[in-house]
């Protein structure tokens, strides 16, 4: 079913599901004595996290990640600061970022904020909930008095009784003349401000940068401190989320795991809720959402075509090329690591098989073993086994890779016929870019149509598809060049074998 545009009836409905939650997650104690609840508002303002709790229980369910707190520590101690906050999904970006504002402004310390989106209707929807919970928080009406300013509280703009205002201001909008008595804006939030359409525009990123840059921040005072925070993740390699971030004071980019393939918020997010909540979600959608790595498609390889697999044994050449990485885990969404078969006939190349994921160090030699199986019941007389082994991966290669590969080998009674790949090699893309691009596009690197919905080969395809420059995600096109350039140099050596024989054969004609 289409995705159709919600009324505002139906929205309206919704933001009034919202402020009776809000009233009642926030029951007060109407036994409480005057004193008593001064000294507990003082004890909760010298604690960010306490008041946090307090405030908005209905929001603050989980116990705040190491990260949380040392950004939250950045925000709520410096009046004049520019942060940028790419964390991923899940992680709370937004409402941690309200739970901070409205402390500032409820205390005193900010006096003017404007919200920031894509379009003016998108930052309004933003604006809703701090509206709505300064109307209907029980606790904060208790403890800070009414909120709502009668002849100042409307839709996408209104002034709190203490007079602390709050707009809403869409992408390209002027800012201009947007004061609060003579206050100027001390507090700039951007939230969404990056679409998938406009990111496919390079002029409208260039555009909007520009107005953020010259139109937006000068609505500041000189004299006073101004906050801005900007909510996003990395979508597109230019965006206003990259531009921002590349001028912050500080630009935080989380994902919803570590380097260590370990959850960035385990509190919240546990590795199976994790794993459950992504297997439904496609390869390109989960690194742009999740692991701020935007696969918006490159422009190099075009033409991925699926054809029929060459019997393997055949082929030509048949090799096992294997692309590790050094880091290690015992969580199944570990270090991004390759290992493909690829065979050869002439001039064509087919992927026949590949393992593409991000795994451990033993899962990366079990599909090793298995490709080599794979190789020996289709009948093939030579197999090459290549793994990579460049001058920072020698130690992993003999101190790790090499004792896993012999315990597997003593397991399986199988001896692997494996060799290092220690060829000196140019930039990465640069290689992937100039050997394999002419291949795809005439189709001569083809991909095994029988292995079409492997979940491993279509991430093979993803990254081919995604490939370019800047692209952190290359292990699978590099182990598949590293495989065509075993091919090319042994290819290359036969042939010069053969010439020099036949120069080497004495004439058998006598002058």
């Not at 919704?14 to 609840?37: H, R």
């Not at 090499?402 to 080998?409: C, F, H, N, R």
Request: aromatic letters at 10%; glycine letters at 4%; proline letters at 4%.
């Amino acid at each position: 079913m289409a995705n159709r545009k919600r009324t505002d009836k139906e929205w309206l409905a919704d933001w009034k599901e919202f402020g009776d939650n809000i009233d009642n997650a926030t029951p007060i104690d109407l036994t409480e004595l005057s004193t008593e609840k001064l000294k507990r508002i003082k004890r909760l303002e010298e604690n960010d996290e306490e008041w946090f709790k307090y405030y908005f229980p209905n929001f603050y369910t989980s116990e705040p990640a190491d990260f949380h707190l040392k950004s939250t520590k950045k925000v709520m101690r410096n009046s004049e600061y520019y942060l940028v906050r790419s964390w991923a999904r899940e992680l709370s970006k937004s409402g941690r970022t309200m739970f901070e504002v409205l402390k500032l402004t409820l205390t005193g310390k900010k006096k003017n904020t404007l919200i920031v989106s894509n379009s003016w209707d998108n930052a309004n929807r933003l604006l809703m909930p701090y509206k709505t919970i300064l109307e209907r928080n029980n606790r904060i009406i208790n403890d800070y008095g009414q909120q709502k300013r009668i002849g100042s509280w409307e839709e996408g703009e209104f002034t709190t009784r203490k007079g602390c205002a709050f707009r809403a201001v869409g992408a390209g909008q002027s800012p201009r003349g947007t004061r609060n008595d003579n206050m100027r804006p001390d507090i700039i939030l951007i939230d969404d401000i990056d679409t998938d359409d406009d990111c496919r525009n390079s002029e409208i990123i260039d555009k909007r940068v520009k107005w953020i840059d010259e139109a937006l921040i000068p609505t500041r005072s000189i004299s006073n401190g101004l906050l801005i925070i900007a909510c996003g993740n990395i979508i597109a390699d230019y965006c206003c989320i990259t531009e921002m971030g590349n001028k912050a004071d500080s630009w935080e980019v989380i994902n919803i795991r570590d380097e260590n393939g370990v959850s960035t918020w385990p509190q919240k997010n546990t590795e199976e809720l994790i794993d459950i909540a992504l297997r439904t979600t496609s390869y390109e959608s989960i690194q742009k959402e999740y692991y701020n790595n935007p696969m918006d498609g490159g422009k190099v390889f075009k033409n991925l075509t699926d054809k029929a697999p060459f019997l393997l044994k055949h082929c030509d050449y048949v090799v096992i090329y294997a692309d590790p990485a050094t880091s290690n885990s015992e969580s199944k969404k570990s270090s991004s690591k390759a290992v493909g078969i690829i065979g050869n006939k002439m001039r064509d190349y087919n992927i026949h098989k590949a393992w593409v994921d991000q795994m451990t160090n033993s899962k990366f030699i079990d599909y090793l073993f298995e490709a080599y199986q794979i190789c020996q019941k289709a009948g093939v007389q030579i197999i090459y086994i290549y793994i990579e082994n460049n001058t920072l991966q020698n130690p992993f290669y003999e101190q790790v890779l090499l004792p896993l590969i012999y315990a597997k080998s003593q397991e399986l009674n199988i001896i692997l016929p494996i060799r290092p790949d220690e060829r000196k090699k140019p930039d990465k893309w640069s290689r992937i870019e100039g050997r394999l691009e002419p291949l795809v596009r005439l189709e001569h690197l083809t991909f095994n149509e029988r292995e079409k919905d492997n979940p491993h080969m279509l991430r093979l395809k993803a990254q081919f598809k995604n490939a370019n420059s800047k692209a952190k995600l290359l292990d699978g096109p590099d182990m598949v060049e590293g495989a065509v350039a075993i091919i090319d140099e042994k290819r290359a050596s036969e042939a010069l074998g053969s010439v020099e024989i036949v120069q080497r054969q004495p004439s058998r004609h006598r002058l």
